[in-house]
């Protein structure tokens, strides 16, 4: 039983591109949630998805920052433009429909060049 | 708002020595509380939780962690600690507000194991 599976492991991207980072839940898992760590700091919640629907986007940045939980494939979390700040580690995590069980990816290590 | 606090930066003690890892909690409701270990470069792993029932909470490691509702503390715990023990931990609370099922983060505490 794979867990949650994220890629790419690294990205670097130069200021103006976009990224996309994806995540891939557990099997049986329909919620995913993404959180952004940037260096020398904790975890910030950014959005929660289910399926076709967001659900908890209060710590998503108002402007270029996306996610999306399709009916078939990965959640994405896309960034238009980035800046060097967006320079961080995004993790991923998916738990059921009661929310215990939450299980963290690997994450994506995004550097803005 | 939940909310976590973990006063310590960092943590050193020697192999063989006994460890504690500070969090204090601040909530509305009922506590759900839990500890997460992250290893360089590595997702977060989960170590244990605190739901209800008994005040000590054992988990993964041979860590275990007491839940303390009048100093309102979830202290991360192991008798005998190991140099592979070093690592990053962190204490989360669930945060049910705006419909969602989101974890509330300390800012981590660095734990050093040395011989």
């Known amino acids: 039983n794979a867990g949650v599976m994220q890629n790419p492991r690294h990205l670097v991207r130069r200021r103006g591109q976009e990224a996309r980072l994806r995540c891939s839940p557990m099997k049986g898992h329909s919620h995913v949630y993404w959180y952004r760590q940037l260096p020398e700091e904790g975890l910030k919640f950014m959005v929660y998805?289910?399926?076709?629907?967001?659900?908890?986007e209060s710590g998503m940045p108002k402007e270029r920052f996306s996610a999306e939980f399709p009916k078939e494939g990965p959640s994405i979390l896309r960034i238009q433009q980035v800046v060097r700040g967006d320079s961080a580690a995004y993790f991923c995590?998916?738990?059921?429909?009661?929310?215990?069980?939450?299980?963290f990816g690997s994450g994506t290590r995004l550097t803005v060049v | 708002a939940q909310s976590v606090a973990q006063p310590e930066d960092q943590v050193n003690v020697a192999e063989g020595n006994p460890l504690t890892v500070k969090c204090t909690y601040s909530v509305s409701g009922n506590p759900y509380l839990f500890w997460y270990v992250q290893y360089p470069n590595r997702g977060l792993q989960f170590l244990l939780k605190?739901?209800?029932?008994?005040?000590l909470v054992k988990g993964s490691y041979g860590f275990e962690a007491e839940f303390n509702k009048s100093q309102t503390s979830f202290h991360l715990k192991k008798p005998s600690a190991l140099v592979s023990d070093s690592a990053l931990y962190f204490c989360?609370?669930?945060?049910?507000?705006?419909?969602?099922?989101?974890?509330?983060f300390g800012t981590g505490t660095q734990l050093k194991v040395e011989l």
């Open positions: 995590a998916s738990s059921p429909p009661d929310g215990y069980g939450y299980t």
């Open positions: 998805l289910q399926k076709e629907n967001i659900i908890d």
């Open positions: 989360a609370v669930r945060d049910l507000t705006g419909g969602g099922n989101k974890l509330t």
């Open positions: 605190y739901i209800t029932g008994d005040n």
